[in-house]
């Protein structure tokens, strides 16, 4: 089931960011995050009128989407910055997908016409599931990042919601999982 964040949720949502945290380069924190500083960032997501979702299974949640603010200029209000992270236990399950197809179904509603993704490099999983939804590499920054004491490259991904391509995407995503 995908459905918005809750309070409930803050605890698991912490423990599976804090996997990546300790263990990946996918994201650049250092420091594992409370339930507290998570909250922070959801009531941030929220103010914005944008969407944090939760996929649950059982009530346990195995992965979470939203959207944040892309830049704080006003001529960008129409565009966001994507995120999804998933317990290790429940990759390759398809949940990404799902909470990607709806986080988009909803920053469509809200007229959003451009979503962005950062993906630190290498993540052959992560690139494959963005441009699964019509996310297309626009730049490429070398050794931005410094983690595990080895520089990290980001590339970033885009799509433009407009108007029929996102229906035109989403078809895709279906058949391709009915498969």
């Not at 993540?123 to 410094?146: D, T, W």
């Amino acid at each position: 089931m995908i459905r918005p964040v809750a309070n409930a949720d803050l605890e698991m949502i912490a423990k599976i960011y804090n996997h990546y945290v300790l263990n990946t380069v996918i994201t650049f924190e250092e420091q594992l995050v409370t339930a507290r500083e998570m909250e922070e960032s959801v009531e941030e997501v929220s103010s914005a009128g944008l969407p944090w979702l939760v996929a649950e299974v059982s009530n346990q949640v195995v992965g979470y989407a939203y959207a944040g603010i892309w830049k704080g200029r006003c001529a960008y209000r129409y565009s966001v910055e994507s995120s999804v992270y998933l317990d290790p236990k429940a990759t390759g399950r398809g949940f990404g997908s799902k909470l990607y197809e709806a986080l988009f179904t909803i920053l469509r509603e809200k007229s959003i016409h451009t979503v962005i993704g950062g993906i630190a490099l290498p993540n052959p999983k992560s690139i494959a599931l963005h441009e699964k939804f019509g996310m297309q590499k626009v730049a490429h920054f070398k050794e931005v990042g410094f983690k595990f004491n080895r520089w990290v490259d980001v590339g970033y991904w885009q799509v433009c919601l407009g108007e029929g391509k996102l229906e035109s995407f989403l078809s895709q995503v279906r058949a391709a999982d009915s498969q």
